[in-house]
């Protein structure tokens, strides 16, 4: 047996008033120009024609480049240290990430203290430092 559901019943229709915008009743207002904002437009114009380079066919010449004398003259970036970490071949949960065979990078600035503790003190996992500072 089944059964018609209800017709929806629609609530009285909202009322409808002859009421005018007040926006529409408001004065427009006109920008106004000042001399201090034409001073300024005036002076930008001026600067913008002043920086076109008379003669665009000349070659162009780079500011000499002066050497640091403190700076350290290194040859490789260095590397960031990371922990590579190898699990087990069913898997390991530690420090709320998975570790399985395959071998995982971890930057160690990504690593609270905790965690590291939990990583390293953990048997069933392979930790190895790379790019530790010499």
Same mark, same amino acid.
């Given at each position: ?8 019943? %629609?609530?009285? #229709?909202? #009322?409808?008033?002859?009421? $005018?915008?007040?926006?529409?009743? +408001?004065?427009?207002?006109? &920008? ?19 920086? @076109?380079? &008379?003669?665009?066919?000349?070659? @162009? ?6 050497? %640091?004398?403190?700076? $350290?003259?290194?040859?490789?970036? #260095?590397?960031?240290?990371? =922990? ?16 399985? $065979?395959? $071998? ?6 990504? +690593?609270?203290?905790?965690? +590291? =503790?939990? =990583? %390293?003190?953990?048997?069933? =996992? ?6 530790? &500072?010499?």
């Amino acid at each position: 047996m089944s059964r018609n559901p209800k017709p929806i019943s %629609k609530g009285p #229709a909202p #009322a409808k008033t002859d009421t $005018p915008d007040p926006a529409s009743s +408001l004065p427009q207002v006109t &920008p106004v120009t000042t001399d201090a904002a034409s001073a300024d437009a005036k002076a930008a114009a001026e600067a913008a024609t002043a920086s @076109v380079d &008379p003669n665009p066919d000349a070659p @162009v010449t780079p500011p000499p480049v002066e050497a %640091k004398a403190d700076a $350290p003259k290194t040859k490789k970036a #260095a590397q960031p240290v990371v =922990l590579q970490i190898k699990g087990p071949a069913n898997g390991r949960w530690r420090a709320g990430r998975h570790f399985t $065979p395959q $071998p995982v990078e971890i930057p160690m600035a990504d +690593l609270s203290d905790d965690d +590291l =503790l939990k =990583l %390293k003190g953990d048997p069933a =996992l392979s930790c190895t430092v790379i790019g530790a &500072p010499a």
